[in-house]
T-cell receptor, first 116, second 115 residues
Framework: QQQVKQSPQSLIVQKGGISIINCAYE??????FPWYQQFPGKGPALLIA???DVSEKKEGRFTISFNKSAKQFSLHIMDSQPGDSATYFC????WGSGGSNYKLTFGKGTLLTVNP | DVKVTQSSRYLVKRTGEKVFLECVQD?????MFWYRQDPGLGLRLIYF???????EKGDIPEGYSVSREKKERFSLILESASTNQTSMYLC??????????????FGQGTRLTVV
């Protein structure tokens, strides 16, 4: 049972281009949507996160767009750089304090390659 | 600097062996997690613990157990290793907050091969 669907599985972008990764979720109890970035040989690290009380969040070149009615959210990487080449995971969890609220349900991941 | 340390980067075990994967954190976080990462499947939650001696099953607990005797240490146990448990195992921690989720901190992973 896949509760967070992520696409595409892989993405190749030229330097300076825009990278877009999409995710869709099924569980309406999800209320917190982070993106994690993973470089080879490393564990994932938090990149950016959003709550559905806003439709967009921007941090530098990274933007999350959120559509609550469609149960979809996406990551946009502007001016993509070779150093952005990594695997990106979208995730979802409930919002609230307490252990079970910190459980993350991950998408399957997107391998991004930015060519110089 | 935040640190989540997994005891081994690479491990090769034989089918039927009992395998222990250890995770230690120095951040005093209440919550600890074990995920399994497989190509094309993403990260899947095996078990998590929100306090010492407390544990809850994740999405794929079959064939695994866990132990948390001290706050800083969370162990994943494969009771009888099988080849389908060959995978990358990731430990993560999360602080307890009064609001909601924040950042989960991951270790570098243990790549386990069962032969």
């Amino acid at each position: 049972q896949q509760q967070v669907k992520q696409s595409p599985q892989s993405l190749i972008v030229q330097k300076g281009g825009i990278s877009i990764i999409n995710c869709a979720y099924e569980n309406t109890a999800f209320d917190y949507f982070p993106w994690y970035q993973q470089f080879p040989g490393k564990g994932p690290a938090l990149l950016i996160a959003i709550r559905p009380d806003v439709s967009e969040k921007k941090e530098g070149r990274f933007t999350i767009s959120f559509n609550k009615s469609a149960k979809q959210f996406s990551l946009h990487i502007m001016d993509s750089q070779p150093g952005d080449s990594a695997t990106y995971f979208c995730a979802a969890s409930r919002w609230g304090s307490g252990g079970s609220n910190y459980k993350l349900t991950f998408g399957k991941g997107t391998l991004l390659t930015v060519n110089p | 600097d935040v640190k989540v340390t997994q005891s081994s980067r690479y491990l090769v075990k034989r089918t039927g062996e009992k395998v222990f994967l250890e995770c230690v954190q120095d951040m005093d976080h209440e919550n600890m997690f074990w995920y399994r990462q497989d190509p094309g499947l993403g990260l899947r939650l095996i078990y998590f613990s929100y306090d010492v001696k407390m544990k809850e099953k994740g999405d794929i607990p079959e064939g695994y157990s866990v132990s948390r005797e001290k706050k800083e240490r969370f162990s994943l146990i494969l009771e009888s290793a099988s080849t389908n448990q060959t995978s990358m195992y990731l430990c993560a921690t999360h602080p307890h907050g009064t609001g909601g989720p924040s950042e989960a901190f991951f270790g570098q992973g243990t790549r386990l091969t069962v032969v």
